[in-house]
């Protein structure tokens, strides 16, 4: 199956999971990670997703799922423990060109969670078409593993630094390559970095253009 892969803005969307179980937790953080607006439709629910909705993480409706439920929302998780009701909920998504993901359930989801390695702003996410998850989450270990654990900080450096150099010098070639260079080196916040210090000499030899008057 050839899949489109995307990482979605989804803050402030609104985002509704059926179910509350054990399946439903897992997705209802990952929704909550990317700062949705997440409704949890289920007529019990888990401990910690009732303690969610008392803060008022979450909104949650205390009963079974009913057609008419998605309307307005922008994204759908099937996650009961009952398939049949799963399927009815994918049906109503794709009458509604909404998006859903049937848990456990593959020919029922528009898309995967996949695994995922966090490391600040870096993300690794690993799919596997919803054929074996335990594969997926094998991959991430690895992954994981060899990651260093202050990579995201770098990243975070690199960014800011990048942010100079697409400010002071004009869209061609030399400020590719530039990026690609620093994309290799180490870097820090401090002024005195040797890669800020690369990035400055190097814009005065690729200038913006000047603004005619």
């Known amino acids: 199956m050839d899949l489109f892969p995307i990482f979605l803005k989804i803050a402030g969307r609104p985002c509704v999971v059926i179910g509350a179980g054990n399946l439903a937790e897992a997705k209802i953080d990952s929704l909550l990670a990317a700062h949705a607006k997440v409704m949890v ?3 019990e ?3 910690r997703v009732v303690e969610m909705a ?3 993480e979450i909104e949650w409706l205390r009963r079974d799922y009913v057609e008419g439920d998605l309307l307005g929302q922008f994204l759908v998780v ?3 423990d009952n398939p049949v009701v799963n399927r009815a909920v994918f049906r109503e998504a794709t009458e509604k060109d909404i998006l859903c993901n049937a848990v456990d359930d593959p020919p029922f989801c528009d898309f995967y969670f996949p695994s995922v390695v966090r490391r600040g702003d870096l993300q690794i996410a690993i799919s ?3 054929a074996s998850p335990a594969l997926a989450q094998r991959l991430r270990k690895e992954i994981n593993g060899q990651l260093p654990l202050d990579v995201g900080d770098w990243l975070t450096d690199l960014g800011n630094l990048r942010r100079e150099v697409t400010q002071t010098e004009p869209l061609n070639e030399e400020r590719k390559w530039l990026l690609h260079q ?3 080196r180490e870097v820090c916040g401090y002024e005195a970095c040797p890669s800020r210090l690369l990035a400055r000499e190097h814009a005065l ?3 913006l253009p000047e603004k005619k008057s």
């Open 128 to 130: 596997t078409a919803g």
């Open 41 to 43: 439709i289920a007529p």
């Open 54 to 56: 008392a803060a008022g």
């Open 205 to 207: 030899k690729n200038p």
């Open 45 to 47: 629910a888990r401990p």
């Open 182 to 184: 620093l994309a290799q």
């Open 78 to 80: 099937a996650a009961t």
